[in-house]
């Protein structure tokens, strides 16, 4: 069975919209809309979140602290997310026990 794409309903974006001031609307139209737009599943957008070694604690490609760190269950694993503000790259590893 494939899964069905969700799609935005015109009566809920108004809703939404209706309480931001009239003069963000367009911009936030535009927001939400291409969130449910379709994209080639091998160029998703967004950035790519990489593998980072277990124990690294500065970006691989600039040298910077990583920041903004938490823990999450992904599928029964804890895995550990942390960003690289410099160059605004995504990690991941596994989180300590």
Known sequence: MTKKKPK??????EEVLAKHPPE????????????????????????RVLNLPDGTT???ACGSKLQHPHVTDVM??????????????PYVRKALS
């Open 8 to 13: 935005i309903d015109e009566k809920s974006l």
């Open 24 to 47: 963000d609307r367009e911009e936030l139209r535009k927001i939400l809309t291409d969130m449910f737009k379709d994209f080639d599943p091998a160029n998703p957008p967004g950035k």
């Open 76 to 89: 029964g694993q804890l895995m550990e997310f942390v960003e690289c503000d410099k160059c605004d790259q």
């Open 58 to 60: 500065k970006c691989p």
